[in-house]
């Protein structure tokens, strides 16, 4: 038998063991290192699995970022309506753009990480009409001075939230009157996207008509509306960003309006960033702007979080849990976007499609955060698209805000009428502070006429009294 090693020189064998030690070695660091790399990555995915919770809410990462995905596709449209509505108040859309993203951004990652909700938020459609139309183009208050009152406003929602006194705010509002508020924003918002659209007009004997539907513009917002409508009955998660920009389109082929001088430009926050007026802010004329702005974000955001809460199955004995820290995120998006010079932050109902496409935690809220960082980028297409594209989607957000009047108790006298006058005087004044005022007064006297005093509580007797000294103050200017 033939002996290998006496035949292979010695030199040889040397070396040969010496690479196949080397080899050896290679082989040995590559393991170790494949090891760490798997190891670093289960602390990473368990520590995103703790901190989100997600075994105990029986769901992935994967399943959590396409929930995310979905909700801002969804919500999207904000961010070419917003700058388009603060617009016509003076506001420049250049910095409402960076606003709308930074502050949906900030206030969706602090919903996210603390309160571990899949609820998106950004400016609310419903406060920027109110912010434009009745606070600076009704009440000719300046914009700087009108974020100044977003920001008290912002700040007595947190403060309200910290000392859980909202829990007895919003227990002491009557059932009628939170949803007649609601329905009371849509018709306002829907009225709004009926006048952009230029379907309604001033008339001098009628007050209002029905628009010239030889105008282009009219025919253009027309056809968008009916492509909206169908994407939405067809249930296309992006149906109203489709709808704005197919519009937009559009008017540019009939040339009724122009294309953007660009795509993207960088982000241009010195235009708004801190120009809000706290002296003027502090006037005691502005309270009840304040008060507006206060309570129809405190029950924006507490019907949608019960909403959304309850098509996700978060909602245990009747109660949301860390109610407390959602809250706290919406208040830190209003201060936040107040600053850099935006209208009222709130939670977007939205959320409801990033939750049935199943999202259960705050987790997809980090990607939605991070997009809406991107769209600050794109200003010059946001600000390019005209009011006849986005009426269409300020008509169907103000038909979906009104569902809540089915709640109303139309057969009880006593609730039906403070809801009718809510619902009705909002979207007539342009003001939500004037209807939800209103409101107020006639549930009082109503049910003191029929003897339930007891339905009345404190807060609404008190309030009622001052919107009362309201109006005579008014009276005698």
Known sequence: MLNLTREIPARFLYHSHHLISVSGLHRKSETEFKIMTATAQLQQTSFIHRYFRLAENQTTVKQELLGGLTTFVTMAYIVVVNPQILAQAGVPPDGVVFATCVSAAVATLVMGLYANYPIALAPGMSLNAYFTYSVCLNMHVPWRTALGVVFFSGAIFLVLTVTRLREQIVNGIPECLKHSTAAGIGMFIAFVGLRNAKLVVANSATFVALGNFSDREVQTACIGLVLTIVLMARRVHAAILIGVFATTLLGIWRGIS?????????????????????????????????????????????????????????????????????????????????????????????????????????????????????????????????????????????????????????????????????????????????????????????????????????????????????YIYLAAE
């Open 258 to 470: 122009n294309w953007p001088s660009a795509i993207f430009a960088m982000p241009n926050p010195s235009a708004t960033f801190l120009q809000l007026d706290f002296r003027g802010a502090s006037h005691l004329g502005l309270l009840e702007i304040a008060f507006a702005f206060l309570f129809v974000d405190l029950f924006d955001n507490v019907g949608t979080l019960v909403g959304v809460c309850e098509q996700g199955g978060f909602v245990k004995d009747g109660k949301i849990p860390r109610v407390g820290k959602a809250l706290v995120a919406d208040a830190v998006g209003t201060m936040f976007g107040a600053l850099t010079g935006t209208s009222t932050v709130t939670s977007y109902i939205e959320s409801a499609a990033g939750v049935a496409a199943g999202a259960r935690t705050g987790l997809g809220n980090i990607l939605i955060a991070a997009l809406f960082l991107l769209a600050t980028f794109c200003s010059p297409l946001a600000t390019a698209i005209p009011a006849f594209a986005t009426a269409p989607a300020l008509i169907l957000v103000g038909a979906l805000m009104t569902q809540s009047i089915a709640r109303i108790e139309w057969r009880e006298f006593t609730e039906a009428l403070p809801a009718f006058i809510t619902t009705l005087a909002t979207p007539l004044t342009f003001s939500i502070a004037t209807g939800l005022s209103l409101g107020l007064i006639c549930y009082t006297v109503v049910k003191a006429a029929a003897g339930k005093f007891r339905e009345v509580s404190v807060l609404i007797w008190v309030l009622t009294a001052l919107f009362i000294l309201r």
